[in-house]
């Protein structure tokens, strides 16, 4: 009841407009102003009806309730043909929201990420789920490229900035395996032989491209009696073997020579395995061989590097063929010295009786003569 009489309240004043308004029919100047009026009248009346919101009591039968989601919009007449339009601007607006805010991906389908399936922009390709490092197409959806770090169809290695054009072990600046154990070259110093090279008659196995056993070689440098003594001698040695790549790993290398009181065998290892020359050549059995009175494979003629030394080439050793001292004065001084009137025992390197490291009982050499030394690996 009382949202009728609200309403009858709202058209009231309309009404008493139109019937106050009502012309008199012969009179044409007062019927044009009458549909002027009525024409006023009515877009007053529908837009207050669309716009205004009147007070309600909670009561939700009142239409006023209900108009929240098109409140702006106004409906007018067009007077060239009575039709009528209306704004829905409110409406354009809030579709426009609606379209930005559910959606976020790009134009072409995909999310502008890496991975998405699409190519976009600084990306040189796109793969989706199917982009792999060692692909068509990387991770980063890059091409696949020698450097970038990744080993991919057509490559055997890719090591980034690390790749080299020779580095051992190492990738080639064209993605190749730089030289490496197996791929049948003896890649000095690194190696010693390599299983697909043709090893000497004589050589014993090769193992992760170096010989099984422990490696002897004759000095390529010849020294006077002074070697500081026999740790002075035994530097000497591992300074060689190092310049010739064989002591890495912690490698030692040692003199064998004999002092007045301390001998080669109390400084050397006693090792089970073979003792062989650079080119795998055997020269014992073990250690029990090596110091049997005899060579048993071959004489000591290859230096640190593999070359040949002289066959009439000495070496400062004051040591007997079983490793003990050879003589309590003929040791330069402990070695320590190369003037008149010192001496010193030495063995001849093309031996292999036991006069490979005790040539000269009878007549010693003066220590001022240049000598090499025997080094053997430890």
Excluded at 30 to 58: I, L, Q
Excluded at 89 to 105: L, V
Aim: proline letters at 5%; charged letters at 25%.
């Amino acid at each position: 009841m009382r949202t009728n009489y609200r309403r009858l309240l709202w058209t009231y004043p309309v009404l008493v407009s139109l019937l106050g308004a009502c012309p008199d029919p012969d009179d044409p100047a007062a019927t044009s102003a009458t549909e002027s009026s009525a024409t006023e009248s009515s877009t007053s009346f529908y837009e207050m009806t669309a716009t205004d919101s009147a007070p309600t009591d909670g009561n939700t039968d009142d239409p006023t309730t209900s108009t929240s989601s098109t409140a702006t919009a106004s409906t007018t007449t067009d007077p060239s043909d009575g039709s009528t339009a209306t704004d829905a601007s409110s409406t354009s607006e809030d579709t426009s929201f609606t379209d930005s805010d559910s959606t976020s991906s790009t134009s072409d389908g995909g999310d502008g990420s890496c991975g998405d399936g699409v190519v976009d922009d600084g990306e040189a390709c796109d793969l989706g789920e199917e982009n792999d490092n060692e692909g068509e197409c990387t991770k980063l959806c890059a091409l696949p490229s020698c450097g970038d770090g990744f080993t991919q169809p057509g490559e055997e290695c890719d090591k980034a900035e690390e790749n080299h054009p020779n580095a051992y072990e190492g990738c080639t600046l064209e993605c190749l395996k730089g030289p490496y154990c197996g791929d049948g070259h003896v890649d000095a110093p690194h190696e010693d032989c390599d299983p697909g090279d043709e090893p000497p008659p004589d050589a014993v196995e090769c193992v992760d491209c170096k010989w099984a056993g422990k490696r002897v070689f004759a000095s390529s440098v010849g020294y006077d009696g002074n070697l500081g003594g026999l740790s002075g001698a035994d530097s000497k040695c591992q300074a060689l073997a190092e310049a010739a790549g064989i002591a890495g790993d912690g490698v030692i290398y040692r003199a064998w020579l004999s002092s007045a009181t301390v001998s080669a065998s109390e400084r050397m290892s006693h090792a089970a395995e073979p003792y062989v020359l650079r080119n795998g050549t055997e020269i014992a059995e073990d250690w029990e061989d090596l110091t049997d009175g005899a060579l048993s494979g071959s004489s000591i003629l290859l230096d640190e590097n593999g070359d040949k030394v002289s066959l009439f080439l000495y070496a400062w050793t004051n040591t007997t063929p079983n490793g003990g001292i050879a003589s309590a004065t003929e040791h330069c001084d402990n070695w320590g010295a190369s003037e008149f009137p010192n001496k010193g025992r030495r063995g001849l390197t093309a031996a292999m009786t036991s006069e490979w490291t005790d040539a000269e009982s009878n007549s010693p050499a003066y220590c001022s003569k240049k000598s090499v030394l025997y080094c053997v690996e430890q």
